[in-house]
């Protein structure tokens, strides 16, 4: 079966690239799981920080405070915006891992199967090969065998 070395070669190239794209794509998940983590710990932040300043304005509150809280609120919203986009784009690159993915593993698959079919071939053709042999020793030994009826000689 040395026909086969040169697939199983390709084979192994196949899952050594596709192995590199699962790699690939657990990284990718977990950039998104660890944005999508940030992204909701800032919101959360950002709600913690509105009530608490809001019940402080209830109370009093300066004008030039009022200001500061503005602005940082302004800045805190403009930072949740850009984490929402990296989650976002985190998750396009998810997307895109899992294509490479399933793309490495049809050709896995495919190599799997011509090297199946590669096998079978060759089991058939042994197979051929063992009828033929079987048919050819009984065309022989019933040439050689005495016809029925007729005396042996010894």
Known sequence: ?????????????????????????????????????????????????????????????????????????????????????????AAVQVERAQVVVREHELRVASVRKLIERRVDEHRRLGERLDQKRSDEFAMRASRNRPAFGQPTTY
Not at 5 to 33: F, I, S, V, Y
Not at 63 to 88: D, K, P
């Open 1 to 89: 079966m040395t026909e086969l070395k040169p697939l199983m070669t390709l084979l192994a190239q196949a899952e050594q690239e596709r192995d590199a794209a699962l790699a690939r794509h657990r990284g990718a998940q977990a950039t998104h799981d660890a944005a999508t983590r940030q992204a909701e710990q800032l919101l959360v932040y950002r709600r913690d920080y509105e009530q608490r300043w809001n019940e402080q304005f209830r109370q009093s509150g300066a004008i030039e405070v009022l200001h500061c809280y503005q602005g940082f609120m302004q800045r805190l919203s403009a930072a949740v915006e850009q984490q929402a986009r990296a989650t976002q784009q």
